[in-house]
């Protein structure tokens, strides 16, 4: 009963992890959003931006979803149907996904919509889980494609 009752606590820890990463994103709590990130991850946006996936800190991503969502006013994140599996120090997580991004701009399109899915992989580390792979799935993505740009 006692193994049974530490992997629920497992999943349930490691899920809030995932959900405080898109949280502290939307209100841009840049420590927190860190906080959720391994010292050093592997970053998968490939299916968004082309490239190789790559590794970086925590400090460094968290810097640069920071700088690159600055020109957006407002930022939301949903996600859905997310599922955590856990074994031992390592945790899988999944999610379907949809981010908006909305700029208050005199263009007539001032929204930007992604929709995808994210893998998640956590670890155990100092009895904290922490993110140390991150990919994001794109199935789709609509709106205004250059939103920092518009005036």
């Excluded at 490691?14 to 209100?27: G, K, N, P, S, Y």
């Excluded at 969502?69 to 856990?86: C, F, K, M, S, Y």
Aim: proline share 3%; charged share 25%; net charge negative.
């Amino acid at each position: 009963m006692k193994d049974a009752l530490q992997q629920l606590l497992d999943e349930r820890d490691a899920a809030r992890v995932v959900i405080d990463l898109f949280v502290a994103t939307d209100r841009r709590d840049w420590a927190k959003v860190e906080a959720c990130l391994a010292p050093r991850l592997m970053l998968d946006m490939t299916s968004l931006a082309g490239g190789t996936p790559q590794e970086v800190t925590g400090a460094a991503l968290a810097a640069m979803w920071r700088d690159g969502l600055a020109p957006i006013d407002h930022v939301h994140h949903q996600v859905g149907n997310l599922v955590v599996t856990v074994g031992g120090d390592e945790a899988n997580a999944t999610c379907y996904g949809i981010a908006l991004h909305h700029r208050k701009v005199a263009s007539p399109q001032r929204t930007r919509v992604f929709v995808g899915s994210y893998r998640i992989h956590l670890v155990r580390l100092e009895r904290r889980w922490r993110i140390d792979r991150f990919a994001f799935d794109l199935a789709f993505l609509e709106g205004n494609l250059e939103l920092e740009g518009e005036t």
